[in-house]
Nanobody
Framework: QVQLVESGGSSVQAGGSLRLSCAAA?????????MGWYRQAPGKERELVAA???????NYADSVKGRFTISRDIAKDTVYLQMNSLKPEDTAVYYC??????????WGQGTQVTVSS
């Protein structure tokens, strides 16, 4: 079982920044095809925010391009999501995801991000 532990969620004003962290057990990141961040706002479906592949390639939702950056520290088995220029519409529970070659998906417990205007 893969355990993912998110942290860093908080309440901030619009225009502010936050950095989310997702800590995994040793060796997890490189054993996965990709790691990602998803979010789910009240009444909405969970959506992909950003992902980083095993090879280091990244992709982002159009709504966060230029504002969010996903990165990883392989030595620490931690994935980060740096969020800048936050908007009220970024308010959601953010989940870390580990994708094992499209056959298994693992989720963290989620961390709340609230952006006030």
């Amino acid at each position: 079982q893969v355990q993912l532990v998110e942290s860093g969620g908080s309440s901030v004003q619009a225009g502010g920044s936050l950095r989310l962290s997702c800590a995994a057990a040793s060796g997890t990141i490189l054993s996965m095809n990709a790691m990602g961040w998803y979010r789910q706002a009240p009444g909405k479906e969970r959506e992909l925010v950003a992902a980083i592949s095993r090879g280091g390639g990244t992709n982002y939702a159009d709504s966060v391009k230029g504002r969010f950056t996903i990165s990883r520290d392989i030595a620490k088995d931690t994935v980060y999501l740096q969020m800048n220029s936050l908007k009220p519409e970024d308010t959601a529970v953010y989940y870390c995801n580990a994708n094992w070659y499209g056959q298994r998906y693992y989720w963290g417990q989620g961390t709340q991000v609230t952006v006030s205007s």
